[in-house]
């Protein structure tokens, strides 16, 4: 990290059991707290240590970071540099995943985002691809929380595994993605959600929440960045730049990047 001016340094620990009885759970919870005292002890004035968690995978019994709770209380313990990375596709089903967003956002601990999107486990799939509406739903919170805009100091990242499509078009599906889905969490009438709220009326406070959530905001953000000397239709701009084409012909013959596997 000193020597390429590197931010934020993100743990994800894989570690952990199959079988009941394996090893020490809590040992295992107090070597971690040691080993990462010793990381973050070695982090500079404007660097961060992000520690990611994940509930299963690949270890099956138990995980030594699983949850937010186990991140929140690790990076708590290690001090204001230490924050909690929250990936999308980390949960047990049917968790409320913006809970967690504006609980961390409330404890000022929410450090970055690993976007990506999941129909069963760990599957790495294109943010906003499985489930639009949960995106929304994490947008909405974000900005609720001051966690969007340039100062906020949340880190948003793609996590994914472009296994079928083309990686750069699958980038740039990603991005847009999180564009159209932050966009439509800003058009939440907040004024009259809180009114609703106070008011306790359940319907028009979900209804004027999911006015905001069914609005299609692709014809402005195309006009905002046609404003901005930028291509309407990133993807369709991509398809007709011929890069793809070149790339895959340049690269014939050349050594294939992968895992080293
Ligand atoms: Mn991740």
Redesign the pocket.
Known sequence: MHATGSQDLKV?LADGTNYPGQDDMRGRQDRLAESLQEIYAGLGENQRLVL?YKFFEPAFYHTDVPDWGTSYAQTLALGEKAMV?L?T??HAPGTNIEFIVMQLLRLGKLGSF?F?SRFYADDDLIVGAADPFQLFRIMYEVIRGGGFGKDSGVALML?QCHNLEEKIPGQIRSVLNVQEMTARAMLVDTAALGEAQHAGDVLAANGIFNDAFYTDVRPILAAWREERGLPADPMAAFKASGYQKQINEDRVGGQQAGWGA
């Open positions: 994800w990611e990375c990936d596709g980390h690993d990506n996590d």
